[in-house]
């Protein structure tokens, strides 16, 4: 069965530094991974998301991910961060292309941004 | 703009008045969810639903109903609402491996 944690309910960074929330997953087969962000008082939105193409992952906003499968990691990241990225952040889970796929959300990690 | 509309955004009603939470979609996607997010318990999902007519439970379905009578639209009816229903609400579409589109939410407390 396919399950999503996340290290860290919450982060706090100082605005410029590096940016880094944590994603294991647990899938039976190559799976599918997506970051997703939620403002207050917003609904979520998607960062960005891996299909078995490139490991590196580029998403809006500045922010990157790896897959490695070795460690079964989604790890995000952001080299500098910015006032604006203080929201929660949820790493999720298909285990497969479909649209029929369930997708497995993380419990979330809410970061907060140092001025 | 491709989006997902959801109303209302906010709403608070009495124990056992049945509501509609409506959601609609302009992307054409097959695939159609609801979540509740409560604090705690992240995003769990109550209902979906692949296409037209064809509606299935997710994690928590007791206490809601769905529909599916056109592509576009995927109401979420309380019939008969209860304190533990107070959550916020999010409508969802999908196609492919392209992620979901969520709605804005709706904050709904049973008083």
């Known amino acids: 069965a396919q399950s999503v944690t996340q290290l860290g309910s919450h982060v706090s960074v100082s605005e410029g530094a590096l940016v880094l929330l944590r994603c294991n997953y647990s899938s039976s087969v190559p799976p599918y991974l997506f970051w997703y962000v939620q403002y207050p008082n917003q609904g979520l939105q998607l960062l960005l998301k891996?299909?078995?193409?490139?490991?590196l992952v580029k998403g809006i906003n500045g922010f990157e991910a790896e897959f490695k499968k070795s460690e079964t990691s989604f790890h995000l990241t952001k080299p500098s961060a910015h006032m604006s990225d203080a929201a929660e952040y949820f790493c999720?889970?298909?285990?497969?292309?479909?649209?029929?796929?369930?997708?497995?959300f993380g419990p979330g990690t809410s970061l907060s941004v140092i001025p | 703009e491709a989006q997902v509309t959801q109303n209302p955004r906010y709403l608070i009603t009495v124990t056992g008045k049945k509501l509609t939470v409506t959601c609609s979609q302009n992307?054409?996607?097959?695939?159609m969810s609801w979540y509740r997010q409560d604090p705690g318990l992240g995003l769990r999902q109550i209902y979906y639903?692949?296409?037209?007519?064809?509606?299935d439970k997710g994690d928590v379905p007791e206490g809601y109903k769905v529909s599916r009578k056109e592509k576009r639209n995927f109401p979420l009816i309380l019939e008969s609402p209860s304190p533990n229903q107070t959550s916020l609400y999010f409508c969802?579409?999908?196609?492919?491996?392209?992620?979901?589109?969520f709605g804005s939410g709706t904050r709904l407390t049973v008083v």
């Open positions: 639903s692949m296409n037209v007519e064809v509606t």
């Open positions: 999720a889970v298909s285990e497969g292309g479909t649209s029929y796929d369930k997708v497995i």
């Open positions: 969802a579409s999908k196609t492919g491996a392209g992620g979901y589109t």
């Open positions: 992307m054409n996607h097959e695939y």
């Open positions: 891996y299909t078995s193409a490139a490991t």
